[in-house]
């Protein structure tokens, strides 16, 4: 369906700007009025006798039309024809040689980065204001959409999850996009290395870009595209983080070498930095780890794979693919 993109992009930014003029996601509020009104609407007509049906009609109308805008305006997008394609990137197979090569790359051009990025006296990333960030990474495919067709879109901002940001890190997720209302929604407290890439992975979802590794990869060069130190520090982080981790889980010794080859480095103390990022956002997320995150991520794995993610959620970690092949064709 060739059409399907450029609808399903042309409706999100019809939904994402009406919706703009709340610093935070409607739906996200909308969804707890809903509830709470019609629990007590219920409870009201059972007290004075009237029939209930008229409620559960009516809440069964908004859900379907929520549901029919998800599936038929946006959710087909997971069947698009890959990213790649439309990047004229070359993406395959990789060794583990190639990978370490991408991995060493990501960590030198992140440690360049990471003593210019705002930090406190100890070091530790100093948390910025969360919707200058959303302005910036709602705006943040301008620049590649001039080359790449792909990432034109609206640049409304990023939305606040007020109501469902904090149950979400607690699901093990760190962002959603709902297409009923063309939002990308990103919680307030996510860890300050990532933040950035966060939200540029949520705005790649309103272009379309429905799979989770192309949206990450999106995110990326998104991130690289900025003119904003911060966005392209957490693009270049994040790519390292999806490499190392890919690393350590091929070659533990390897990805454990490295990091002590980075430690003579001229930029040892920039590399330095980036590890220290690493683990401290690594130790972040641990604190919502927990019962509720295993049935979050079952969900959601159900949900790519419905759709035909047949990597369900470790296809968050297929961004390497994309990585390396932009390694390959750039540095």
């Known amino acids: 369906m060739p059409y399907y993109r450029p609808f399903s992009r042309s409706l999100m930014a019809v939904l994402a700007t009406l919706a703009s003029p709340a610093p935070f996601a409607v739906w996200d509020i909308v969804a707890v009025v809903l509830v709470v009104g019609a629990v007590v609407s219920i409870v009201h007509r059972m007290r ?65 980065l990471a003593p210019q990025v705002p930090r406190d006296e100890q070091g530790a990333l ?18 590649l959409a001039r080359e790449y067709p792909i990432f034109q879109g609206p640049n409304v901002p990023v939305k606040a999850l007020l109501v469902w940001g904090e149950p979400l890190l607690y699901s093990g997720h760190t962002g959603i996009f709902f297409a009923a209302t063309g939002e990308s929604g990103v919680p307030l407290n996510c860890s300050v290395a990532d933040t950035p890439f966060i939200m540029c992975h949520e705005a790649a979802h309103r272009l379309g870009i429905a799979s989770e590794q192309e949206a990450n990869f999106a995110a990326y060069l998104a991130c690289s595209a ?38 003579t480095w001229e930029n040892a103390s920039g590399a330095a930095l980036v590890w220290g990022d690493y683990v401290a956002n690594a130790r972040y997320y641990e604190a919502y780890d927990g019962p509720f995150e295993k049935v979050g991520q079952q969900v959601n794995d159900h949900y790519l794979k419905s759709y035909g993610q047949q990597a369900g959620v470790q296809s968050y970690g297929l961004v390497v693919d994309y990585l390396i092949a932009w390694h390959q064709r750039t540095m």
């Open 48 to 112: 004075s006798g009237r029939p209930v049906l008229p409620v559960l009609a009516g809440l069964c109308l908004v859900v379907s039309v929520a549901h029919a805008l998800i599936v038929g305006g946006w959710a087909l997008n997971h069947y698009a024809p890959p990213l790649s394609g439309e990047l004229n990137l070359e993406v395959s197979s990789y060794t583990a040689d190639e990978l370490e090569a991408a991995t060493r790359a990501y960590l030198e051009q992140a440690a360049d």
């Open 226 to 263: 900025s003119d904003d130190v911060r966005f392209c520090y957490a693009g270049s982080y994040s790519a390292f983080a999806y490499c190392f981790n890919a690393l350590y889980r091929v070659d533990r010794e390897r990805a454990l070498a490295l990091l002590d080859d980075a430690a």
């Open 126 to 143: 100093a948390r910025q204001e969360f919707f200058e960030l959303a302005h910036i990474a709602g705006a943040a495919y301008g620049p």
